[in-house]
């Protein structure tokens, strides 16, 4: 037993390529799943603007002052705010995907509230080039003004019923400076009823009867009111939503782009690097290149073998999905530029892996880890993790051809835009690992 | 030599510091069967796949491209999935023969592998696997054929099947060039032999002219490993 473990440990000390990534591979995924806990979307990083003068944080609803700057510290305990001073710095941090969104106040947003009529608008800019992130901005802005709403409609509530009250009671009412007193229901009965036992006109009674007349008109005007209260009271708070970046692609079609670019990679990458450390396992590799192909045509043969495959697989089911879901077949010929595009950039990819493995085993072991972190980084959005970290994953994500070949087919799909930059990104990836796989041809061969 | 169909003169090949092959030279003449001995390291190998055009020489230089050198690798280069006449027809087609089926039908004939022609290799014994190898490197009908251990992997009886099939490639005029673990081997079968030891070629020259140099030992066998010996190896 001790002996046999000496041996599989030699073996593995002879086998760097093999040890590194089963170092490197459990590393990776740690630091990506704890970067994902740690700075994960509960506490997206939100720039936030308020314009509201801090003596306007203090309005008066229902005759009660509420400091509206405590539900703006709820809204902080699920973001992450980032304080600029205007909404133009805002913009530019979500556009520079410093931050994942941002949150602006606009300066009578606390006079609307208090008014009670109309509702009070607060602007929410973000990027959309990813449909994940888009839904999850929305729904966290969402769900905090919401909760602002709850404790906004509490006290717009009590307005409305102290409306009703005065009808039904009468008393003392003021609107925009003028001052009035309400009969009330109740009175206007009573009175009424007395009127009509002494009916002589030209009387007192005739005063009283104007009074009710009074009453009836303000009552009718109050309960005109009450249809702008109860409206405000259903959404104090509106949110206007700004999209800087992306398109609106919606999330079923953008799910869709991104299955199919992972099924496009798996099939690619194995059949690419598969095929060609085969070549090497059966020792055919030597008989054939010393002259009956060139090192460069086996390669070419080989990615060409993996892409045209990937390609009739993906497009057949692309072609399965659009029976489910509502996909634009009018652009189907960019459906197949994409996917050419995009399968050529995995073929090179898993040339390029064939031809620095040795057998087939370590050639599939490799395509398939290396698949999935690259997978994982493409979708981190912007501003879900640092600056710094962003700009790092973005860089690592560029190298591979997954996100051009998502941002591809995403355009292709939902006319999302940039379909021509990410070709050319991806023809650039083609050039450079199909050099990557010569070299490496030549290396190890 | 008269009537050489392969000359190499002075090749060498370095892989870091290790002198692979120092300067080697041989020829091998049409109907010749030569045989290239020697122990572990000796550059056997080296040498066959710088002829063949696998490895690039370091120096030195040879009378025939690689094209016209037929090449059989010591382990099946051939594809386990694939029958038999699905490899040779694919060989056949990538070395470009005018009549591929024509070809095929000709090694199946040569080879005696005509019954097992529609089985996948991967189903073949080692000896037959082996022969479906050689049939690959003869596919172009090359002059010169180059043999990298051929019968390391056969139980004695394909041995002697594959070594009248290779006396027969040589009566009928090939130049055959093979390395050989086994010097018994080689003395039954080459009509020359050279000694390789430390990328050096040390003899050339007869079977018997190597035991002769040695003088009185019992078989070829001991003769060899008493020349090495002598010389240091």
Known sequence: MRWLLVKDLQILKRSPLLVALLVIYPVVIAVLIGLALSRGPDKPRVAFVNEVPTAAN????????????????????????????????????????????????????????????????????????????????????NSQVQKANAAVRKKLTKIALGYLHLIVQGGQFSFFGRHFDVLGLAKAEAILRVTLKQIPKNTAASAQVAAVQQFAKIARDNLDLSDNVLKTVGEPIVVDQHVLRGGKTPLDAFAVAVAVTVSLMFVTLLLAAGTLALEREENAFARLVRGLVSRTGLLAEKGLLAAGAAFVVTLAMLAGLALFIDLAWDRFPLWMVALAAGALGFAAMGVAIGAITREVRAASLMAFMLSLPIAFLALVPSGSVSQGLYDVTSAISAVFPFKPTLDALNAALNDAGGLGKALVHLALLVLGYGLLARVSLRRFA | ?????????????????????????????????????????????TLLSIIAGIQKPDGGELSRSPAEVGWVPQQAAVYGKLTVAENLRLFARLEKRPDVEAVVDRMLHQTGLEARADDQVSTLSGGNRQRVNIAIGLLAQPEVLLLDEPSASLDPRQRERLWQFIRGLAEAGTAVLFSTHNVAEAERNASRVLVLADGELIFEGGASELEAEVGDERDFESAFVEFLRKRGH
């Open chain 1, 58 to 141: 203090v309005i008066q609803l229902g005759g009660e002052n509420i400091d509206t700057s405590k539900y703006g510290k709820l809204l902080f305990n699920s973001i992450e705010p980032v304080r600029v001073d205007s909404e133009e710095e805002a913009i530019a941090k979500v556009k520079s995907g410093d931050v994942l969104g941002a949150l602006v106040l606009p300066s009578d947003l606390t006079q609307k509230l208090a008014s009670g009529i109309e509702p009070a608008h607060v602007k929410v800019y973000y990027n959309a080039e990813d449909p994940v992130k888009a839904r999850f901005v929305q729904d966290t802005i």
């Open chain 2, 1 to 45: 030599m008269t009537d050489a169909l392969l000359e190499a003169r002075s090749v060498s090949k370095r892989f870091g510091d290790r002198e692979a092959l120092r300067g080697v030279s041989l020829t091998a003449a049409r109907g010749e069967i030569v045989a290239v001995i020697g122990p572990n390291g000796a550059g056997k190998t």
